[in-house]
């Protein structure tokens, strides 16, 4: 009776197990009645002639054996077969040949087999958690979900979800100054579930453009709804981000909406990022206006796109150039994230120096990738060069300092050169005026005489 009693205890151990794991009864049974043959196999070198009855709602467990009756002389296995004498003992009208079902308790087996069994059950359980919880996690990337911190190490946060499943934030999947402690709760997109060895891990990102664009899917109630479509986004986490927006309602401001009045419904979203800027701008089809909006606010004076090459020229002004380029570079190089163009700025034609020289014509001196760099930042003219600080060629051209002490260099010495040569002029046109005024007072003097 005390087995019996262990038995239900097993079965209603694993029930709590089920609510607290999620696990449905009828997947839950069918662990059982394997871990019970597989036990039970081992046994006694088959399970063929069991029948296992599970009933979740008593909570209890019944093990009938199936025998053939066979004379008492013949018995040969005992597991298949049982002696008339013994059949008799349970009906007195069996015969030889007959079937006899009786039921057999779970000490039958020994304390060692139900040790085993719980083994089993254990580990076929954790098994099914852990496929449960792939498969969960597996629907949900691409999914803002939310966990309390559970521990901080150097390199992730380890979060639990409501149901104490184990999240993983990694600190490249954090934005740069995310700082969190012990039992806040963290918002997170599912980046990827991984599963090696059966031992699924999931990984969550902050920095992911998907956790920006659920965020617009969760704040503008037009996304959510579909008025609203997000056809772009890049982000420079925790710094800047471009969000392009389509409506397909012309008498809905896209821009407008996502917003908000004063800035109420991306306020959410700026905060939630760590006052990440974000810029939201329309979306069009049109390439050049694309880029165009995509470079504000710098204003624009014309752009040459080059369409094999997904390379496009944007001439402005001066004065637009720093806005063009933005902080650290990053206006530009979220553009080109957003169009899918490396875009390279320069100065206005119109208003170089006519005493300037381009870039190009130094090919012989210069090496064309480092070019290639300067022209990036809005550095076309020798002059252009020579007027930015060196700080910001080595940072934001990403040269080396060596590199730009030699440019500078180069580009000096061919202005100095012009200017000695007018210095040499001046002071040969100065000598000559002194010498006519030589000749003239003479002229005087001798007439005076």
């Not at 097993?10 to 871990?35: M, P, R």
């Not at 170089?352 to 064309?368: A, H, K, N, S, T």
């Amino acid at each position: 009776m005390g087995k019996k009693k262990e038995s239900i205890s097993l079965i209603d151990t694993f029930s709590e197990f089920n609510e607290l794991k999620n696990i449905d009864k009828a997947t839950l049974i069918s662990v059982l009645e394997e871990a019970f043959r597989t036990v039970i196999s081992k046994s006694v070198g088959t399970d063929e002639n069991y029948d296992i009855i599970i009933n979740p709602d008593k909570g209890d467990l019944e093990i009938w054996r199936n025998r053939i009756i066979v004379e008492d002389a013949e018995l040969e296995d005992p597991n298949m077969e049982i002696t008339l004498t013994e059949a008799l003992k349970i009906d007195e009208d069996f015969e030889v040949g007959e079937e006899v079902t009786d039921e057999v308790p779970l000490e039958h087996f020994g304390r060692r087999t139900i040790l085993n069994l719980r083994q089993t059950l254990s580990s076929k359980i954790l098994e099914l958690e852990k496929d449960n919880l792939y498969n969960l996690y597996k629907e949900k990337v691409g999914e803002i979900v939310s966990g309390e911190v559970y521990q901080v190490w150097k390199k992730e946060l380890l979060l639990l979800d409501d149901d104490h499943n184990e999240l993983i934030l990694p600190k490249t999947e954090q934005i740069p100054s995310d700082f969190f402690r012990k039992g806040e709760h963290v918002r997170a997109v599912v980046a990827r579930v991984e599963n090696k060895n059966n031992n699924p891990k999931i990984i969550l990102s902050r920095t992911s453009p998907v956790f920006l664009e659920r965020l617009f899917e969760q704040e503008i109630p037009e996304i959510a709804d579909g008025l609203i479509t997000i056809k772009g986004i890049a982000r420079i986490p925790g710094e800047r981000a471009k969000v392009a927006v389509e409506a397909y309602d012309d008498r809905i401001d896209p821009v407008g909406a996502c917003v908000g009045m004063k800035g109420f419904r991306i306020h959410g979203i700026v905060r939630e990022l760590r006052n990440e800027n974000i810029d939201v701008i329309n979306y069009t089809n049109n390439t050049t206006l694309y880029i165009q909006r995509a470079l504000s606010p710098a204003k624009i004076n014309s752009i040459a796109v080059k369409e094999e090459e997904h390379r496009a020229e944007v001439f402005l002004n001066p004065e637009e150039v720093s806005l063009a380029i933005g902080k650290g570079g990053a206006n530009i190089k979220l553009a080109s994230m957003l169009t899918g163009y490396n875009i390279e700025v320069f100065r206005d034609i119109d208003e170089v120096d006519e005493e300037d020289i381009y870039l190009d014509e130094f090919r012989d001196e210069i090496d064309g990738w480092v070019i290639d760099q300067l022209k990036k930042i809005g550095c076309s003219t020798a002059k252009n060069v020579l007027a930015t600080s060196r700080e910001r060629l080595i940072k934001e051209a990403d040269l080396e300092e060596s590199t730009v002490d030699e440019i500078l260099a180069i580009l000096r010495y061919e202005f100095e050169d012009e200017e000695e040569f007018e210095e040499n002029e001046d002071s040969s046109e100065v000598e000559n005026d002194t010498i006519e005024e030589t000749e003239i007072k003479e002229d005087d003097v001798e007439e005076q005489l």
